[in-house]
């Protein structure tokens, strides 16, 4: 047929357009020429608009048709005639090969087929990111963050060469062996022992030639002999070991081994000495780092010494004195401060610092001279260093100690002028981290300490034998009550009345910020001039603290006392001080106790101490007193 059914509609719908299109010329009305001209505009944008959607469809339709090429074929059946032994012909259906040809248009090409998990970008970059940004830790010594460096050389070997297991050594020169520093391994469990004496295997075979060592077949029944680091058998077919140099002597082994045999070859060794010669580079940086920080902190701490004026008038001081400088010097997870006290003639415990949440021993503990580590460092004038204080069952302060701590002690004695005042002990946790050069230093460094600790008892024991105080020129406390004590068996004796009056100057935190340097000493020498103008040749002073005066009162009732106190406190609360360019006043507090028929000393100054303290509870400035 020369025309469709589809094509004949076409043309009718088309012959509507120059129907439509001619009336405006017939006719000669206005409203008709308009309306007909508004259906032809209407209707050809109506034609338009189903052309493109039609074309629209038919592209969509065309782009499926080529998807599911591959997915359809055609099945032709070819028959193919001949006889047969029945007489009758035998038809064969066969499928038709495709001739199609794969092109861009119908190839789909396999995606994410199981292989490997599909990862987003987003969960790349996360973890990517996490990698690339870890930090050393902070919070650790120089060897922790070197081991931190090493454990990630390390597990990057390990995958680079798809290893078994890596391993890297320390060598100790002096002791002849191998010390285990950190491996990656497979077989972790089978690997526990850290220490290998140089024996001949093949570890030690490196450390003896300082050669590398490439082994490609090694046999089952050689393998214990041969590999000394696993504790049993692990079929171990090939190795490859190398020395680590540093400052041109062997320092370390580094070695890979696998479970298959001939896995490495030649190349390895080349690469594995790339890998030593990094981590030498590392070890460089890490002691350079680590000596200079260490130096320099050193060099300020025993600076900061020469630069502070420093006294010492009691325990306080000394044990402040020693405990902020000794943190910046040696490195310690405990430390105590034994000192030998003059009085009692022995070595006590003062100072106890414990880092850790092991079990240690407290302050005030005397110390053992027979047997212990510490004994030996006080009756020896020398340095103990202990390595490892869990070879032997070490005793450190006392034989019958219960320390839970396992490491390394050393333990430094305070001589100055052949005298023995005590000794630092430093305790940490890891073994051998005293090295011979910290001691060396240590022992220089702590004869300032040495002095200092002389100059702390000798003071002490000249205050001892002193009876008057320097700076008030009062008697000591010492001797205030022993003649307190004559004094009252006096007054019983002679039926005299007498009472004991404790003056303490009240605190002024307010005013010590307005002055540049500490006004005490010069407000404890006018309140010491005022009372000494209110005092008699019958009474006692003394000096019983660093701000408290007690006056004895022989042959006077606590009532006359306690207006003499009353008077006193008066006098010093209008009495301007000057102090450097300013002036301000000052009060005291006074407690009054009665010791008429009384001998006991210890009674009559614990009556004055609560009064002093009633006086004290109201707000300073007050007198109080006990009959």
Same mark, same amino acid.
């Not at 082994?253 to 490495?264: E, Q, R, T």
């Not at 070879?391 to 050393?410: H, I, P």
């Not at 024991?461 to 000591?476: C, F």
């Given at each position: 047929?020369?025309?469709s059914?589809r094509?004949?509609?076409r043309?009718?719908?088309?012959?509507?357009?120059?129907?439509?299109?001619?009336i405006?010329?017939v006719?000669e009305?206005?409203?008709?020429k308009?309306?007909?001209a508004?259906?032809?505009v209407?209707y050809?944008?109506f034609?338009i608009?189903l052309r493109?959607?039609?074309?629209?469809?038919?592209i969509?339709?065309?782009?499926?048709?080529?998807e599911?090429?591959?997915?359809?074929?055609?099945?032709e059946?070819?028959?193919?005639?001949?006889?047969?032994?029945?007489?009758?012909?035998?038809k064969i259906v066969?499928k038709?090969?495709s001739?199609?040809i794969?092109t861009?248009?119908?190839?789909?090409?396999v995606?994410?087929?199981?292989?490997?998990?599909?990862?987003?970008a987003?969960?790349?970059?996360?973890?990517?990111g996490?990698?690339?940004?870890?930090?050393?830790?902070?919070?650790?010594?120089s060897?922790e963050?070197?081991?931190?460096?090493?454990e990630k050389?390390l597990?990057v070997?390990?995958?680079a060469?798809?290893?078994?297991?890596?391993?890297?050594f320390?060598?100790?020169?002096?002791?002849?062996e191998?010390?285990?520093?950190?491996f990656y391994?497979?077989?972790p469990e089978?690997i526990?022992?850290?220490n290998?004496p140089?024996e001949?295997?093949?570890i030690?075979?490196?450390v003896?030639?300082e050669?590398?060592?490439?082994l490609?077949e090694?046999s089952?029944?050689a393998e214990?002999?041969?590999?000394r680091?696993y504790d049993?058998?692990?079929?171990?077919?090939?190795?490859?070991?190398?020395p680590?140099?540093?400052?041109?002597k062997?320092t370390?082994?580094?070695?890979v081994d696998?479970k298959?045999?001939?896995a490495?070859?030649?190349?390895?060794?080349?690469?594995?000495?790339?890998?030593?010669?990094i981590i030498?580079?590392?070890i460089?940086?890490?002691?350079e780092?680590?000596s200079?920080?260490?130096?320099e902190?050193r060099?300020?701490?025993?600076?900061?010494?020469?630069?502070?004026?420093r *006294?010492?008038d009691?325990d306080?001081?000394?044990?402040?004195?020693i405990? &902020? +400088?000794i943190k %910046? $010097?040696l490195?310690y /997870?405990?430390f105590?401060?034994?000192?030998f006290?003059p009085e009692?003639?022995?070595?006590?415990i003062?100072?106890v610092?414990?880092?850790?949440?092991?079990?240690?021993?407290?302050?005030n503990?005397e110390?053992d001279?027979e047997?212990?580590?510490?004994?030996?460092a006080?009756l020896?004038g020398?340095?103990?260093n202990?390595?490892?204080?869990?070879v032997?069952?070490?005793?450190?302060?006392?034989?019958?100690?219960?320390?839970?701590?396992g490491?390394?002690?050393?333990?430094?004695?305070?001589?100055?002028?052949?005298?023995?005042f005590?000794?630092?002990?430093?305790?940490?946790?890891k073994?051998?981290?005293y090295?011979?050069?910290d001691?060396?230093?240590?022992?220089?460094?702590? *004869?300032?300490?040495s002095?200092?600790?002389?100059?702390?008892?000798?003071? &002490? +024991?000249?205050? %001892? $034998?002193?009876s008057v /105080?320097?700076?008030?020129?009062?008697?000591?406390y010492?001797?205030f009550i022993?003649q307190?004590?004559?004094d009252l068996?006096?007054?019983k004796?002679?039926d005299a009345p007498s009472?004991?009056?404790l003056?303490?100057i009240?605190?002024?935190?307010?005013?010590?910020?307005l002055?540049e340097t500490?006004?005490?000493?010069?407000v404890l020498s006018?309140?010491n001039?005022?009372?000494?103008?209110?005092?008699?040749?019958?009474?006692l002073?003394?000096r019983?603290g660093?701000?408290?005066?007690?006056?004895?009162?022989?042959?006077?009732?606590s009532?006359?006392?306690?207006l003499?106190?009353e008077?006193?406190?008066?006098?010093?609360?209008?009495?301007?001080i000057?102090?450097?360019?300013k002036?301000?006043?000052?009060?005291?507090s006074?407690?009054v106790?009665?010791?008429?028929q009384k001998t006991?000393?210890?009674e009559?100054l614990?009556?004055?101490e609560?009064?002093l303290n009633?006086a004290?509870?109201?707000?300073g400035?007050?007198?109080k007193s006990i009959?």
């Amino acid at each position: 047929m020369l025309f469709s059914s589809r094509n004949k509609k076409r043309i009718l719908i088309f012959l509507i357009i120059p129907l439509l299109a001619i009336i405006p010329l017939v006719s000669e009305d206005f409203i008709i020429k308009s309306i007909s001209a508004l259906i032809l505009v209407v209707y050809v944008a109506f034609i338009i608009f189903l052309r493109d959607s039609v074309r629209m469809r038919d592209i969509l339709s065309e782009d499926e048709n080529y998807e599911n090429q591959d997915e359809e074929e055609e099945i032709e059946h070819e028959k193919l005639t001949y006889d047969s032994d029945f007489g009758e012909d035998v038809k064969i259906v066969s499928k038709q090969s495709s001739n199609s040809i794969i092109t861009e248009k119908n190839y789909k090409p396999v995606i994410n087929s199981g292989l490997t998990p599909k990862v987003s970008a987003e969960e790349l970059n996360e973890h990517f990111g996490k990698i690339i940004s870890e930090e050393l830790p902070a919070d650790v010594n120089s060897d922790e963050q070197f081991v931190f460096v090493l454990e990630k050389i390390l597990n990057v070997i390990k995958d680079a060469y798809l290893a078994n297991t890596v391993i890297f050594f320390w060598h100790n020169e002096i002791r002849q062996e191998l010390t285990l520093q950190k491996f990656y391994s497979n077989s972790p469990e089978a690997i526990t022992k850290k220490n290998f004496p140089l024996e001949d295997d093949i570890i030690s075979k490196i450390v003896e030639t300082e050669e590398p060592v490439h082994l490609n077949e090694i046999s089952s029944n050689a393998e214990m002999d041969v590999i000394r680091y696993y504790d049993n058998a692990q079929g171990i077919k090939s190795l490859v070991g190398v020395p680590l140099f540093f400052a041109k002597k062997l320092t370390g082994v580094l070695v890979v081994d696998s479970k298959a045999p001939d896995a490495f070859g030649i190349e390895t060794v080349y690469s594995l000495g790339r890998f030593v010669r990094i981590i030498a580079i590392i070890i460089s940086l890490f002691d350079e780092k680590f000596s200079g920080s260490t130096a320099e902190k050193r060099l300020e701490t025993l600076l900061s010494i020469l630069k502070t004026e420093r *006294k010492f008038d009691n325990d306080e001081d000394i044990l402040e004195t020693i405990d &902020n +400088i000794i943190k %910046n $010097l040696l490195h310690y /997870d405990a430390f105590s401060f034994v000192y030998f006290e003059p009085e009692k003639q022995k070595f006590i415990i003062k100072k106890v610092d414990n880092k850790t949440s092991l079990k240690y021993l407290g302050e005030n503990l005397e110390i053992d001279l027979e047997g212990t580590l510490v004994g030996k460092a006080v009756l020896s004038g020398m340095p103990v260093n202990i390595e490892d204080t869990a070879v032997n069952q070490f005793a450190r302060f006392v034989k019958t100690e219960d320390v839970g701590l396992g490491g390394s002690f050393l333990a430094l004695p305070l001589v100055y002028d052949n005298q023995n005042f005590g000794v630092l002990c430093f305790e940490s946790l890891k073994k051998k981290i005293y090295s011979t050069s910290d001691i060396k230093f240590m022992r220089n460094a702590v *004869k300032i300490f040495s002095f200092f600790v002389y100059t702390y008892s000798t003071h &002490n +024991i000249l205050k %001892n $034998l002193l009876s008057v /105080d320097v700076e008030t020129k009062s008697l000591t406390y010492n001797e205030f009550i022993s003649q307190v004590g004559s004094d009252l068996i006096k007054a019983k004796e002679f039926d005299a009345p007498s009472a004991l009056a404790l003056i303490q100057i009240d605190e002024f935190l307010e005013e010590r910020s307005l002055f540049e340097t500490d006004p005490f000493p010069k407000v404890l020498s006018s309140i010491n001039q005022a009372i000494r103008a209110e005092v008699s040749p019958l009474n006692l002073v003394g000096r019983l603290g660093e701000k408290l005066i007690g006056i004895f009162f022989f042959n006077a009732t606590s009532k006359d006392v306690f207006l003499w106190a009353e008077k006193l406190r008066i006098k010093i609360a209008r009495k301007p001080i000057s102090v450097v360019s300013k002036q301000t006043t000052f009060t005291v507090s006074i407690g009054v106790a009665s010791s008429h028929q009384k001998t006991d000393v210890e009674e009559v100054l614990k009556n004055a101490e609560l009064a002093l303290n009633k006086a004290i509870q109201k707000g300073g400035n007050t007198v109080k007193s006990i009959n």
